[in-house]
């Protein structure tokens, strides 16, 4: 926990921005540079600031040890559940051309906008996940 | 000979890159730098992956004019799976380090091995008291 | 010649596999678990004895179980080889039934129920071996036996035990594995099939581009892995499994183990390569050679061993090798006499072992020294002992007569004179064995402060002894059942 | 498109749908996650044998990921080696996760088990995908799945040497992997494709170039690492003795195999058997290697004290053999090799089921402490006979039906100095078995009193008698599975896999 007063508070302001932009390299990893992978990072480079310098009490106060557990596995499931979709609704294995959004193109971009949802929760979540991880001493 | 150091120079950084992690994950007893001089040997893989891709004059296959030649965009794609694996890699290998400070008390491989060493004839002891 | 196909074999075999589950079940009550052990070998009897008129009016009965992988089938096939094979065993198995269970019940052993598992076992192997109808079949009951055998004679359980049936599966084991296998693989390669076949299945091939040394190799190779043949060098497993109780010894010497080595060597001889292609090779000549080595200085070893059973022991090496010596004369005197051999070795031998466990339930006795003038405390295991010896060392009206004719008939057949000299000196051997024992127990005083009041074994132990001496008397006179089949198996592999 | 072909990629996709799923259930009830595995893993399992029915009846089966053809799209291919294969990694799965239960809830840490669950099952994705897939570097990156996984679980031993172990496999599976992957780039290099039926087609033109021969040699010697064949097997035993008991068993029987499959695939079906003519004749190199693997492997074995140690040190010889049939070249002796897959798997996890089961009971791994065994717990120990008797090749057991397909490969391509390995390994193994085996049943100390029955419970008991039914059927049997393996050698070596 860090005691300097500027850099609590730059980071309580920054902290918003940080999030949205993850948000934002998510959403856009479908038609530019970016994607889940990137955006994940820097969602979850958040939550490892927040611990870095509010403390780590504070960042289980805001995502607790459970629902970054849930998180883990939502994202993979999101991932799945789309290539399972597509499956059931008669295409292959992630073959997004076949969800209901109209034509194929349009389920190309949605499905792809999906998948990149799902691959950012679980980058997010796991690396909150190791920093905890490799951060707690006494743990087990 | 020297076109043939000069022309391939891709190559030669590559394997001396790898010959360096490789020596280093040997010869260290330090497992931090044992995973470090890992690192190096993969990344020097990488590189070599990536120098292949590269058109002479090639420019970045996105949005680009189509008269102009391109890089082979497909190893780059393949080396980013490839550095996933490997970061993850090393996060089951730092945890792996922490839980063995956590024991043992040192990350330095002989000390650990000598600790081992003592406690099973330790435990071999005990048992035959 | 006509087929049968009939399932009566597989159940041969399977009668006493079978008798297991019963047996290891009644495992607290004693009467019941022998009962099951008698009504398994008279069930098995009767099976074998059922076969055999169709086999004497030249028939063969047939049974595919399955195949294991291609080309590799488990299949029965009783010829009259075979069933004298089976014939013998079977009936020594009712007979060492009987005599086992008193021996173990006076002698209180422990672990009585694995003992007559294992006892099934064995002669389930057996079974299989003798109606095996090729060689991968006949491989399986082979190891089988090696298998079921190896708790027999650890079953004391000391160290020497250990020590004896390490020995004796290290020898049979890896034989087995390190040059039958290959034999068989080689002969599966070169000849495609692995039935046995009279006349054998190498000579076919022998036009077909498999060269004489590669069957003179496969021949060896065959010899050396039939370790329970105990054709020297590889003999030394039988005296040290002489640590079992005396009932397995007799099993290994009479009924089971030795005689499936010999029958394992017949099969390969006569119906693997076929008398014509060994005698044009000139390896049967060779074997003979071999073999006689073994009769020699195996009578020699014997003549020099204190303890009762070693001496047996090295009886029992020396005997095999005249059946082996028999068979690879390739003539047919000298294949008769080597088939009969296996009989009459098979019931004189039991006598003798039946005596050893006798006297030693009776007096704890176990080395020859200790045995002086006991021809007056046991009276009639001793005549009994002087049936079997006699009948071994093939004096006139006993059954070791009529084999021994034979075989001497064969050597001179094969005008192989040497062989018949090789006989004649080892009966003399057998009867400087066998009559300083006879000597020792009827002609030398007891030590001083023994009462010399009878003190026999049990009844139980005595009347299957007195059987077996009985047949060796019976087989001199009246040998047809075994003759007509011996002679049957002859004349199909030598085709005349 | 019908749905009867997605049941494919499920084998795959299920499994791995499930590992995010597990800790999820996991946390509204323990008792969930291992439902679900057990629901996905026996999925998997019908619908490779399925699978193989499909493949041996109407030939290779393609499928091709989110519906891209390839050169862009991931594809995997199945044809009668790899069902086959699939086939005995998923029944090891299956078998294994029933075993689990008990077994991990004794040696796992109660708040853990589920993601022990996730992570074991992610481990099998792994497998599942390195068997399926049709592309190269596909095949690299499931690798790595299973050996993250793999390291994972290794670590989850009880002892405190796990990590260690687990650290030392992680070096050394990350240099075989890195090496394999620098392969490929060769081979993609040298062909411009990654696709394991469109390099088929196209390396024949460029044998004769170096970067081809030393792509092959980078992969080879990857593979020999992750096989653990003889002078690269040093991360084995201790990953095996280390990790807990069920990781053994599933390890021991799935992982090593798998990537024998790898090579042979890569060895015949990537390259053709005539790159060895023309190239250096790696093969005769593989029958030395081999041979002496399975030497030493042997001769190690005998001299340790330590049960699951032994059995990795006889796990390094028994590799030996497959490589040592992949070497040979020859249609029979291949199919050995094949079926040894299966008969291994079979074997080794049976072997390591019991050793799981006298765990659990007794607490201890020492050989000397199975004294009595066989009456302590019965049918463990009957059960072990079984296997051991396999191991060593006794007829009518899954054992020697390899053995004997390995023997006559061996005449049949006059490779001669082989028998004599095969058949001293044998004796060498009989030896070691043996022992064991004497100290279960013959050797009772005298002080000792009444051997108390106290057999391991029926979890435990059930899936290893039922392997050791397997390997007495399959060896009475065999010729189900041998006619699958010789199809699948033939087509291996003619070339026909790609049809």
Redo the contacts between chains.
Sequence with gaps: MNENVIIRTVTQIMLPFIQIFGLYVIAHGEVGPGGGFQGGVILGASVILISLVLGKKEARKRLSMKWNDVFNSTGVLVYAGIGFICLFLGGSFLEYGVLPFGSAEKGNHLGMVGIEIGVGITVAAVMTTIFFEASEKDDD | MIEFIAGKYNFWIAIILMMIGFYGVIAKGNLVKKIISMNIFQTAVFLFYISIAVVDGGTAPVLWDKNVPFDNPLPHVLILTAIVVSVATTAVALALIIRIYKDYGTIEEDHIREIHTKRVTEARKNELC | MEIIYSPIPLYAMLVSLVAIIPIYFSKNQPNVREFWTIAAAVIKFLLVLSMVPAVLSGQEIVFKFLTAFPGLDIKFRVDALGLFFALMASSLWIITSFYSISYVRAMDEHAQTRYFICFAGSLSATMGAAFASNLFTMYIFYEALTLFTYPLILHEETKDAFRGAKIYLTYLLGTSIAFLLPAIVITYFTTGTLEFTPGGVFGASLNGGASTALITFTFFLFIAGIGKAGIMPFHSWLPNAMVAPTPVSSLLHAVAVVKMGVFVVLRVVLYVFGVDLLKDIGLGTFLACFASITIIFSSLIAMRQDNIKARLAYSTISQLSYIVVGVSLLSPGGITGSIMHMVIHAFSKITLFFWAGAVYVALHKKYISEIAGIGKKMPVSMAVFTLGALSLIGVPPFAGFISKWYLVNGAIQSELLPIAIVFATSSLLNACYFIPIIYIAYFKPLPEGVSDEVQEAPLMILIPMIITAAMTLILFFAPSIFMDMAEIAVQSVTGN | ?NFVE?LH??IV?IP??A???I??VG?LRLDFSWYFTFLALSLSFFMSLNLLMNVWGSGPVS?????WRPPWGIEFHFDLLNSFVMVVTTFIAFVSVIYAKQSVANEI?YDKIPAFYAVFVLFFVGLFGMIATGDI?NL??FL?IT??AG??LI?AGKR??A??A??NY??LG??A??FI??GI?YL??ATGT?NMKDLAERLPEVYESRVVFTGLAFIIVGLLIKMAVFPLHLWLPDAYKYSPSVVSAAMAATSTKVAAYVMMRILFSIFKIEFNVIGIPITELFIYISSIGIIVGSVLAISQTNIKLMLAYSSIGQIGYIVLAAAMMNPVALSGGIIHILNHALMKGGLFFVVGAVAYKLGTEKISDFRGLGKRMPLSAFAFTIFS?SIV????TVGF?SK?YL??GA??SAHWYV?PVI??S??LT?IYF?RII?LM????KPDEGEIIRNEAPFGLVAPTLAVAGLCIFF?????VP??IA?KAADALIGGGLWK
């Design positions: 498109m997605h990629v499920l996709a791995l749908l590992v995010p799923i800790p999820l946390r499928y091709f990921l989110g519906g840490s570097f690299y990156v790595e050996s993250l390291y994972a670590a405190r040497y990590k260690m687990s650290f992680l070096i990350t240099i992997a890195t992957v620098l780039g993609y290099m990654l008797m090749g006794v007829p009518l039906v004997w023997v006559t005449v049949a028998i058949l001293l044998s004796l009989a043996g004497n049943y013959f050797s009772k060896g009475i049997a065999a010729s041998i006619e010789a």
